[in-house]
Structures are given as structure tokens and as C-alpha cells.
């Protein structure tokens, strides 16, 4: 299962600020429980069954870690208010807790948001073909990293 390190070191990393606001996925193929494993594979499905319609995966792997490591609890309902409806203090209130709840679920220890960047596609494909073409492929990027470009590809295409 696939694990974001945030400010923290990793294989081959080099830092001068002591990795301040560096984020890097490690994999390790124990971790997780079959609930989680499962909840994962679930989630990649639903990302790839809505690719068309939702381009962004929202970063729901991510987004499952940091709630399962920040314990908010559950996220309020949403309110629903009519358009010709009145919006009431309780609504307002209830709105702005149910924000709060999940920006602090998804929030990362040292205060910031992670994100996925998945604007521009264009990084990927060189670092691809430069690993192939300087013989490094298999050295730096292992089987799950290979398994996961390809799906990223899939997925974006």
C-alpha cells in the first residue's frame, strides 16, 4: 500500500531544510489492513469509472490517509437550502463546521495542504524515456511505481 511522507526523508533524498513542505510517496506492499487495501482498490475503481466526467482524482488516497491519521470525526451533512429559502444562522454555522471538519481532516501535521498536482502531463513521459534510454528503468522506479504510471496514464489519457 502506498503511504505520503510528508516532511520527512527518504531513499536518496537530499535536503538543506530539513524537508520542509517535501511530500513523496513510498510503497510498502504490508502495510494497510484488508479493509484499507480494499477501501483503496474501491477508490482507484471509482477514479477510473468517472474519468471522463471528474479529471481530477481528487486526491483520494491521499485524502483517506490524512483522515484515518487526523480523527476529526465525521464530516457534517451538507445543509440544503431552497433557492427562494431564507439561510439561517443554523445553516450558516452548520456550513462553516462542516468546512472546518474537513479541511482539518485533510489537513498534514506541519499546517499545510497537500495536493496533487496533475495539471501538466508532460513531466512523466521524459522522465520515462530518459530512465529507459540511460538503462536506470528498473533501477529507480520498481514494480508498484511502473503499475501506478501506467494507471496514472490510463486514467489521464
Known sequence: MWKLKI???GESLIS?????GRE??????????????????RLRQQFTNNRFSI????????????????KC???????QVGEEEKITKEALIATM????????????????????????LFFIQ?????????GSLDVILGAEHKKEIIRYLYNHQ
Request: proline residues 7%; hydrophobic residues 35%.
Open 7 to 9: 516532511g520527512e526523508d
Open 16 to 20: 538543506r531544510n530539513n524537508f520542509i
Open 24 to 41: 513523496h510517496w513510498e510503497f510498502d506492499p504490508n502495510a494497510g489492513t484488508d479493509e484499507e487495501r480494499a477501501e483503496v482498490e
Open 55 to 70: 479529471k481530477q482524482s481528487s486526491d483520494l488516497l491521499m485524502r483517506l490517509q490524512l483522515r484515518k491519521e487526523n
Open 73 to 79: 470525526g465525521p464530516i457534517p451533512a451538507a445543509v
Open 97 to 120: 463546521r462542516r468546512a472546518l471538519t474537513f479541511y482539518s481532516s485533510i489537513q498534514a501535521h506541519d499546517g499545510h495542504w497537500p495536493a496533487d498536482f496533475a495539471g501538466p
Open 126 to 134: 521524459p522522465l520515462v524515456i530518459e530512465l529507459y534510454i540511460t
